[in-house]
């Protein structure tokens, strides 16, 4: 009986932090104005056929805070990486100079910011009902638990509420960290 509490504890535990993980990786792409090898993340290239993570083809640096240089370890895929770039829709204009991409990541409006901000609160939100969702069916298999007695039963919910809590909690502290971080000039 006690290893099926846990069992059901621990899987809510497990897809608690896998929707704060996620949401992590949702605000790696919500940029914040300061260029970031990261902001090309979701680019893949066709290489050779084969759609190929951006990394994967060329390194990609930010000499400054403005700008991102992409250099292909291959020259006869540099048109590639452009058109690659240009497709993913991230608003940036790359500027090929034959050996290497050049990116000018413009500086954020404040209406943009905002945008990006609102963004970052529909990400978390969708975190939370992740989180909440978890809760729910961790609370639904205890029930399924035939010989389990009532005080072990609200005792298990109140533990499962108060890990909910934390996590929601952290998505929220995750949360006002990005958006200090987007709506600081």
Do not use: C
Request: a negative charge; aromatic letters at 4%; charged letters at 30%.
């Amino acid at each position: 009986m006690d290893e099926e509490i846990e069992f059901i504890i621990m899987s809510a535990k497990e897809a608690m932090e896998k929707a704060l993980t996620h949401l992590k990786k949702q605000f790696i792409n919500i940029r914040a104005g300061k260029a970031s090898p990261s902001m090309l993340g979701s680019v893949s290239v066709n290489y050779y056929g084969a759609l190929t993570p951006l990394s994967q083809v060329a390194n990609v640096n930010t000499p400054d805070g403005r700008t991102i240089t992409v250099q292909p370890w291959e020259k006869n895929i540099i048109q590639d990486i452009e058109h690659a770039i240009m497709v993913a829709n991230l608003g940036f204009n790359p500027m090929n100079n034959g050996e290497s991409i050049i990116i000018n990541v413009p500086p954020l409006t404040e209406e943009r910011r905002h945008e990006l901000a609102k963004q970052a609160k529909s990400e978390t939100e969708d975190a939370k009902i992740s989180i909440r969702g978890s809760r729910k069916d961790a609370n639904n298999e205890l029930k399924k638990l035939a010989d389990i007695s009532e005080d072990l039963q609200k005792n298990t919910e109140t533990d499962i509420q108060e890990m909910t809590d934390g996590f929601i909690k952290k998505a929220d502290t995750l949360f006002i960290a990005k958006e200090r971080e987007i709506l600081t000039v």
